[in-house]
């Protein structure tokens, strides 16, 4: 599986944007791009996903760059309840491939 | 919808006893997994089933595990016998297979968490 590299840990202030960054270099051009979100003593939650384009969706907003070797979640305006660890997976579309591989994600932290 | 439900929510119990977690997911859905979680390995995935067949098992640790799903609305993971180890967070999830197989996406139930002493 193509792999994901995130930073560890972030912080942000509440009710400010944040920018979350995932490197995928090898990604392939089957891949999509997906993200999960584990709040704390709760299993994770889909986030949003895309293949080429930005997406948006009401939970946040998703960058993703020309070549495709890296990508932003970008949550508009974050609250106290948006701390987590978000994960970054690359999804293949072939089918028959349906292992979804979580790697260690980014703990986000949000400053009241 | 309820969402995918997993029983027990906490289980303690002592070395050598079987462990039964159960798993009910998402009406309609064609796939079922299983993944564990600890502070060491992360979320790694054991099992996951497509139309109440298993297809990939090669998460699951060792014989001591085993994953069963008789019918489309009803799993388990048994651990007979459990040691400290198996202690971990064992979530379910489920999915709708799609026309755009990289655009599924799952749907996780909260988890049983597991001691074992």
């Known amino acids: 599986d193509a792999k994901t590299t995130q930073p560890n840990s972030m912080e942000s202030n509440e009710e400010e944007p944040v920018h979350l960054p995932c490197n995928h270099s090898t990604i392939s051009g089957t891949d999509y791009i997906h993200w999960y979100r584990q709040l704390p003593s709760q299993g994770p939650e889909y986030v949003i996903h895309?293949?080429?384009s930005n997406v948006n969706n009401r939970m946040a907003s998703l960058a993703i760059a020309e070549d495709r070797k890296s990508s932003t979640l970008i949550l508009h305006r974050a609250t106290l309840r948006d701390a987590a660890v978000y994960y970054c997976?690359?999804?293949?579309?072939?089918?028959?491939?349906?292992?979804?591989?979580f790697g260690t994600g980014t703990r986000l932290t949000i400053i009241p | 919808d309820a969402g995918v439900i997993q029983s027990p929510r906490h289980e303690v119990t002592e070395m050598g006893q079987e462990v039964t977690l159960r798993c009910k997911p998402i009406?309609?859905?064609?796939?079922l997994f299983w993944y564990r979680q600890t502070m060491m390995r992360g979320l790694e995935l054991l099992i996951y089933?497509?139309?109440?067949?298993?297809?990939?098992d090669s998460g699951m640790p060792e014989d001591r595990f085993s994953a069963k799903m008789p019918n489309a609305s009803f799993s388990t993971l048994k651990i007979q016998p459990s040691e400290p180890r198996d202690s971990a967070v064992y979530f379910c999830?489920?999915?709708?297979?799609?026309?755009?197989?990289?655009?599924?996406?799952?749907?996780f139930g909260a988890g049983s968490r597991l001691t074992v002493l």
């Open positions: 009406s309609g859905h064609d796939y």
């Open positions: 999830a489920s999915r709708l297979q799609g026309t755009r197989t990289g655009a599924n996406v799952l749907t």
């Open positions: 895309g293949l080429t």
């Open positions: 997976i690359l999804r293949d579309s072939n089918f028959g491939n349906e292992k979804l591989t």
């Open positions: 089933f497509n139309n109440n067949v298993p297809i990939d």
